[in-house]
């Protein structure tokens, strides 16, 4: 077979190959498929309360004080801003927010992401308010099948293609609102120590923490050097 030939059924091949590509709605371009699109993930605000009664002195009713801790890993885990609390009005307001803002110390929530408050009594009800904003992920239901299975000449994806991935990404993301816009760094616990890294980095320095004698000749010290 000549050159001339070989190029020319090559040239054919890939002709033929082009022709088999799948046409899109105007019959010209393959149409790519957005799962983000065709199932895209909402998300959402969920104001969450809870209502604890205050026995005075510094403590709570033992079933309060389970819902207590419950509340703040909730908030830990999935609060967005600060931890509210308002107590009712009355001669122990003061006591109570106090002791309020010292156990939510104690159990990890950051002292300047807790505000304290009072409101006024309503039908008796003398019990403590605590309420934050934590936001939740939502998609629609799967199950589209308005589209026959065998309906291919078009080579486009049934309408529930990606709708479990998005399910999946809805129910494992940590924090919902990562999905709509990226966290600042300087939100971060470490965001200090990742700029004193960051300089040392950028200054050709050794960029881990000095040890000191002891921290040297421990077992295992060495790991990770």
């Known amino acids: 077979m000549s050159k001339d030939v070989f ?16 046409p899109g709605p105007d019959n010209n371009a393959v149409t790519t498929v957005d799962p983000d699109r065709l199932h895209p993930i909402t998300v959402q605000p969920d104001y969450r309360v809870a209502k604890v009664s205050y026995l005075g002195g510094g403590s709570l009713a033992p079933e309060d004080s389970a819902k207590l801790d419950r509340v703040v890993q909730d908030y830990l885990g999935r609060g967005d801003g600060s931890l ?30 807790i505000l304290v408050g009072t409101h006024p009594v309503a039908d008796g009800d003398r019990r403590v308010e605590i309420s934050f904003v ?56 470490d965001a200090s120590r990742r700029a004193a890294v960051m300089g040392h980095y950028e200054k050709g320095e050794v960029t881990q923490a000095a040890k ?8 295992g010290a060495s790991i990770g050097n």
């Open 7 to 22: 190029r020319l059924a090559a040239f054919s091949a890939l002709l033929l190959a082009g022709s088999c590509a799948a």
């Open 84 to 113: 509210s609390v308002s107590v009712p009005e009355g001669p122990d307001s003061s006591e109570a927010n106090a002791y309020f803002g010292e156990s939510l110390t104690q159990m990890g929530v950051p002292r300047a992401k």
């Open 212 to 219: 000191n004698s002891a921290e040297q000749n421990a077992p």
């Open 134 to 189: 934590a936001y939740i992920a939502h998609t629609e239901p799967c199950g589209d099948w308005s589209r026959e299975a065998n309906d291919t000449e078009d080579n486009q994806p049934m309408p529930n293609f990606g709708c479990a991935v998005q399910h999946n990404i809805a129910a494992m993301v940590d924090n919902p609102r990562d999905l709509e816009e990226s966290r600042r760094l300087d939100d971060a616990p």
